[in-house]
Nanobody
Framework: QVQLVESGGGLVQAGGSLRLSCAAS????????MGWFRQAPGKEREIVAA????????YYADSVKGRFTISRDNARNTVYLQMTDLKAEDTAVYFC??????????????WGQGTQVTVSS
């Protein structure tokens, strides 16, 4: 079955960095866009970043532009989220998701279990 397993979350001070990883199995990873989402307590889930099937096109939420970088390694079936200059408002559970298609604007049909990111101010 399809599995998306996130790792790399944790507690970091404001201004610090973290790198999240999401290892995928059970699907044709290289043909799907991938996304990172987050959900903070009491808030709706929001998209943070997305990357198309080849890595040639990316999308970022305005709140993370210039601080976060999404990338992928299709040989390793893994997508990454490098987060720098972290702020308290970045605190959330971060989820990776696999899109139905190769483009960044599509729907997502597989989700990981999430990894907690906590930024202390």
């Amino acid at each position: 079955q399809v599995q998306l397993v996130e790792s790399g979350g944790g507690l970091v001070q404001a201004g610090g960095s973290l790198r999240l990883s999401c290892a995928a199995s059970g699907l044709t990873f290289s043909s799907r866009a991938m996304g990172w989402f987050r959900q903070a307590p009491g808030k709706e889930r929001e998209i943070v970043a997305a990357i198309n099937w080849s890595g040639g096109s990316t999308y970022y939420a305005d709140s993370v532009k210039g601080r976060f970088t999404i990338s992928r390694d299709n040989a390793r079936n893994t997508v990454y989220l490098q987060m720098t200059d972290l702020k308290a408002e970045d605190t959330a559970v971060y989820f990776c998701a696999a899109a139905r298609t190769g483009g960044t604007g599509g729907e997502y049909d597989y989700w990981g279990q999430g990894t907690q990111v906590t930024v202390s101010s």
